[in-house]
């Protein structure tokens, strides 16, 4: 792993030298087959199993590299190494975990397996990579591996088996998550909508006109002309201006090839007619400020933090901003409040927003792991055998260490335990990450959720806070889900399965992400930059993109480059 440590040096060092942000991100992925989130379906977990040790020897090392372990590389240094020891000492086997800066994250590990230097399990950011990965004869199938494993056959969900099945095989073991609808949202000032008078914008036409007044109408009444009507990261904080028109992005908000649930076919949204209609709109909107127009400009971070100021009227990014990107602007403007949208309507009514159930990121075991089988079968035995064993992996051993219980299951209900610092001010466990779920939550939504600490006003208001937040989102969600504005995509039609695309969605994305933004600044005339797109797209084989992907549905497809 010594090449692997070096690179992994010299990517943080360029990072920590990087003044952009690293952004769009895919953080979860997600599954095809869950009980719909409008049944409230919550599942009470009766007690896993104890470890079933299988007849497999156990490896004599087992390595991890992760992109999220106790922090950024830089934190929590000292119980990184005590952990590390701890498991090494508990299991008799020689753990070590690698965790290069997220921002070089990509970088760093495809390096190290080209060079045949990144051993043991390693997590990746997207299916796309896996796929990737496989193709080039980088990983194992993990299907054989494990199929005397018993909590593996047991425990282990098969949906999140299913996520990462490839051609018959499980590729990667999805890191988990407790099953919560995972989707974007847009957020927008409640109480300057009602400055106004206005309600909730339901259509996208209705979202500029409030937008407009947020820019030019003094929504805050401080006399000063310091308001803005949204901002945005590219296409990928203003998604549903697209979706309203029935020109979709992708689950990663790329224009590329996309399956079109109303229709059940796949087309290219940079080729309809209705893309003219959006971008038309999106470059009115940049001129007249009412979008911000440095939303092609600068960074994620930068534009949530426009919102967080307390200046601009919102964004579109994960639901769960809406009531954080709340709190943060309630310390300046107290009786400031956000309102979220799941779904504008326009061109279309219905199946307009895309949710999943999130999973976890997909970890892969590469093929220059000495003794893989027994890699595989121990990492599943001590992490997913028992409910010990996926605390330990998901939130650490710090609050046992203390003698304390850091993380309890009873009934229906989630106990959060906290400590007080030398400070006396409470805080959190820092964890190592290397599971995101139980898997016996896997598809069910726990609504309630109890805060421990030595502090008892912490600890209620803590838990009231959180309470009542999960309350809204499901409130806003469900509401959404009863009139149809939103759908589960399914994790086989997220993007073309074939190598033909694997081959030139790099550059195809390019080509739609140039076009788009030529138009939204105004660089050049809506109808020429598609044109132009197209015209790339035709030269890279895009046809033949859509075609395979039609032809698996049985279809022809409706679209001619």
């Known amino acids: 792993m010594r090449k692997l440590i070096i690179i992994i040096i010299t990517f943080t060092l360029l990072c920590a030298f990087t003044l952009t942000s690293c952004n769009k991100t895919l953080e979860s992925t997600e599954i095809t087959l869950t009980p719909s989130p409008s049944e409230s379906v919550i599942i009470t977990p009766s007690p896993s199993p104890t470890p079933t040790i299988t007849e497999v020897a156990k490896p004599l090392e087992l390595d991890i590299t992760l992109h999220y372990y106790f922090a950024a590389p830089a934190d929590n240094l000292e119980i990184k190494v005590d952990y590390e020891d701890w498991l090494s000492k508990e299991y008799n086997i020689d753990f070590e975990f690698h965790y290069p800066n997220r921002c070089s994250f990509t970088e760093v590990i495809n390096l190290a397996v080209a060079a045949g230097d990144l051993d043991g399990l390693v997590i990746l950011f997207t299916p796309q990579i896996v796929r990737e990965w496989k ?65 909730r914008p339901e259509t996208v036409w209705e979202l500029y006109e409030a937008s407009k007044m947020f820019t030019y109408n003094d929504p805050d009444g401080n006399g000063i002309d310091d308001t803005f009507g949204m901002t945005s990261k590219d296409m990928w904080l203003m998604q549903d201006i697209f979706q309203a028109f029935d020109v979709r992005m992708n689950h990663v908000a790329d224009a590329l090839p996309i399956w079109n649930p109303n229709t059940n076919i796949w087309e290219d949204s940079m080729l309809k007619p209705e893309m003219v209609e959006c971008l038309t709109l999106l470059a009115q909107m940049s001129s007249e400020n009412v979008m911000d127009p440095d939303s092609f400009v600068h960074s994620s971070t930068v534009a949530k933090n426009k919102v967080k100021s307390g200046y601009y009227g919102g964004f579109f990014y994960w639901d769960s901003w809406v009531l954080s990107t709340e709190r943060v602007v309630q310390e300046t403007f107290p009786n400031a409040y956000m309102e979220a949208i799941y779904a504008l309507k326009g061109n279309i009514t219905t199946n307009i927003n895309q949710y999943k159930i999130s999973i976890g990121a997909p970890m892969v075991m590469t093929k220059t792991t000495p003794q893989p089988k027994e890699v595989i079968n121990w990492y599943v035995n001590i992490f997913y055998g028992s409910d010990e064993g996926i605390y330990r992996g998901r939130y650490g051993i710090q609050g046992e260490q203390l003698g304390e219980e850091q993380f309890t299951l009873k009934d229906k209900t989630i106990y959060k335990n906290y400590y007080l610092d030398s400070e006396g001010v409470v805080r959190g466990y820092s964890a190592p990450g290397i599971i995101g779920g139980h898997p016996l939550y896997a598809q069910g939504i726990i609504y309630e959720i109890v805060y421990n600490s030595p ?49 030139i969605y790099s550059d195809l994305s390019a080509a739609s992400f140039e076009a788009i933004k030529s138009a939204f600044e105004g660089e050049v005339p809506v109808s020429e930059t598609l044109e132009n797109y197209k015209e790339i797209a035709k030269q890279l084989g895009a046809q033949e993109v859509l075609d395979l992907a039609n032809s698996e549905l049985g279809k022809k497809s409706i679209q001619q480059y």
């Open 135 to 199: 193709e080039d004869d980088l990983i194992y199938p993990l299907s054989d591996f494990l199929e005397d494993n018993e909590a593996y056959n047991t425990t282990y969900p098969k949906l999140w088996k299913d996520a990462y099945t490839i051609d018959g095989e499980v590729w990667a073991l999805a890191m988990g998550n407790d099953g919560n609808p995972s989707m974007f949202a847009r957020s927008i000032r409640g109480d300057w909508l009602d400055t106004f008078g206005l309600s």
């Open 455 to 503: 502090d008892t006003e912490w600890n209620e208001s803590t838990t009231t806070r959180v309470n009542s937040s999960l309350l809204r989102k499901k409130e806003w969600f469900d509401e959404a889900l009863s009139w149809g504005g939103v759908y589960l995509l399914p994790e086989a039609l997220k993007e073309p399965l074939s190598d033909k695309f694997l081959d």
